[in-house]
């Protein structure tokens, strides 16, 4: 899975773009807002660490999800 920080413009807020091994989007969210159904990823309980590499990833970068 692939993450990339999406910089917001004006009243438009950051987003979070999770992407599959094929780059194809799946999830879209909020950067200020967790994400929710993250059973749905094979991500709960690892919301803290999403969290860290939220706050922590530069804009536009698309790296590697590895939790």
């Known amino acids: 899975m692939?993450?990339?920080?999406?910089?917001g413009k004006a009243k438009i807020p950051d987003y979070i773009q999770l992407r599959?091994?094929?780059f194809v989007l799946i999830a879209y969210f909020r950067?200020?807002?967790?994400?929710?159904n993250l059973e749905k990823f094979?991500?709960?309980g690892k919301e803290a660490e999403l969290q860290k590499i939220?706050?922590?990833?530069?804009?536009?970068?698309?790296q590697k999800l590895e939790l």
Do not use: C, H
Not at 57 to 62: E, I, N, V
């Open 2 to 7: 692939y993450i990339i920080k999406v910089k």
């Open 20 to 22: 599959d091994e094929n």
């Open 31 to 36: 950067a200020d807002r967790p994400l929710k």
């Open 42 to 44: 094979n991500l709960q």
């Open 54 to 62: 939220i706050e922590n990833l530069p804009f536009g970068k698309l």
